[in-house]
């Protein structure tokens, strides 16, 4: 019921209690803590070249890296190429059209049996695991670190025989590679980073992506290197390289000499069963004039990172995903504020709701673990038929409790609401005192 000055209700243990009105969360009608008008950073953020990338791309005569050479016309795809793996500090870059293509060539480029089990993280988006159906491969889900919210060494099951390990950089955090390496290396195992979430991300100084077998990325819309759709895998080894683009090319790859007028870049090396992952000539042109902005947005996001954890610092119950003390540089996807104790009477998806009510912009529970998500369906699809048998068996007697820890605790927001100034993350640690309060 609500008087003139204070909300009186019943608690869930029968009492009755009289809440003061300016107190009253968002959610139940109260005033927002951050008045609603006030703007959030919007994304993307168009970087200053790429609308003269674009322009160049669609009057240049060349749409895709299967266009006829045309005058003095460059690839983009090619340029990216190059630009990224200096960014990343590997050999090679191959682009291709998503960051589940590049998982799909960069576990088929291992050469592996059908049916071979590939260790994955509960912990991320599905595409982590159905990438591995997709090159023929069991998904076979292993919990993560409490801490990092990553697969670590503790967590790798040997017993199903895994020929690799997926491992993701999750949210703002990266995994322990070279830890991960010490256990799989004597086994032949091979590691692939999922870096879909940590483009530029550090640890002892080298790049996320440089230290697996093979680093693969998104620049899906709303990633911190974006071009809308895209992706790309990176590998400092020369032998996979080539096979690489044959996979992502319908078994091509590029000419080694120059590529004679009206002829195409591309030539029919078939090595191996290709497919068409290529990433459009539109896409290539913003992902090269999105790089040069990426380490300042990583500056001004980490700044206000930091600012947050410490602005809560104060409350017990709440605090924000650290790295582990050897990532030297962090790149955040998804800020993720750790509630070790819950508001009363809130699980983590009400405190969500309740934060975006407060602040405005959209809080949110962390993507279903893949032991328990909908969009992990293998037997639906009769292709995938074998696989899902096996994926089944395995599955049934497993249990995730880190996982299940994390996705019960955490809120988080996009990467963007880290873009702005300081007033943003004031806003933020007073609208979580306020539901603390509660
Ligand atoms: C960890 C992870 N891996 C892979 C992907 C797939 O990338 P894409 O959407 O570009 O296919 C994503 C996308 O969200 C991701 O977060």
New binding site residues.
């Given amino acids: 019921m609500c008087t003139d000055n204070v909300l009186t209700g019943t608690s869930v243990d029968g009492m009755t209690t009289s809440i003061p009105l300016d107190r009253r969360l968002a959610v139940d009608g109260g005033r927002p803590y951050r008045p609603p008008e006030t703007p959030w950073p919007r994304w993307p953020v168009p970087a200053p070249n790429a609308e003269r990338n674009l322009s160049a791309v669609l009057h240049g005569g060349r749409w895709a890296i299967s266009s006829p050479a045309y005058g003095d016309t460059a690839l983009f795809e090619r340029r990216f190429a190059a630009d990224f793996a200096r960014y990343v500090g590997t050999r090679h870059c191959v682009p291709v059209d998503?960051?589940?293509?590049a998982?799909v060539v960069a576990l088929e480029s291992l050469g592996l049996g059908f049916g071979d089990a590939v260790l994955v993280p509960a912990l991320?988006?599905t595409?982590?695991a159905t990438a591995a159906l997709r090159a023929g491969l069991v998904p076979v889900l292993v919990d993560v670190d409490l801490d990092t919210g990553c697969v670590g060494p503790e967590d790798l099951d040997l017993s199903v025989e895994p020929r690799a390990v997926v491992a993701?950089h999750w949210a703002s955090n990266m995994a322990d590679i070279p830890a991960l390496d010490a256990v799989t290396a004597p086994h032949g195992i091979s590691v692939v980073e999922?870096c879909?979430?940590a483009h530029g991300a550090t640890w002892q100084g080298r790049q996320a992506g440089s230290f697996g077998r093979l680093g693969c990325f998104?620049?899906?819309h709303?990633?911190v290197l974006s071009c809308g759709?895209?992706?790309a895998v990176v590998t400092d080894d020369d032998t996979l390289a080539p096979v690489l683009q044959e996979l992502r090319a319908d078994s091509r790859r590029y000419r080694s000499r120059a590529t004679p007028p009206g002829e195409l870049d591309l030539e029919e090396s078939a090595g191996v069963q290709g497919a068409n992952f290529c990433m459009s000539e539109f896409s290539a042109a913003v992902a090269c004039a999105q790089l040069a902005a990426l380490d300042e947005q990583h500056d001004v996001r980490n700044r206000n990172y930091a600012l947050l954890t410490e602005l809560v610092a104060d409350l017990d119950e709440v605090r924000l995903l650290q790295p582990a003390p050897a990532q030297t540089r962090t790149s955040i996807y998804e800020g993720t504020i750790i509630f070790d104790e819950l508001p009363a009477a809130m699980d983590n998806g009400a405190v969500a709701t309740a934060l975006t009510a407060e602040l405005g912009r959209r809080f949110y529970v962390t993507d279903e673990p893949l032991h328990r998500s909908r969009l992990l369906q293998p037997w639906t699809k009769p292709l995938l038929a074998p696989l899902a048998e096996r994926f089944t068996a395995i599955h049934r007697d497993r249990s995730y409790p880190k996982t299940e820890w994390l996705a019960a605790h955490t809120v988080q927001t996009h990467h963007s609401t880290f873009l702005g100034g300081e007033r943003d993350m004031h806003d933020i640690a007073g609208a979580i005192s306020k539901i603390c309060a509660r």
């Fill in positions: 998503h960051g589940s293509s998982l991320t988006w595409a982590s993701v999922d879909a979430q998104s620049f899906q709303g990633k759709e895209g992706g």
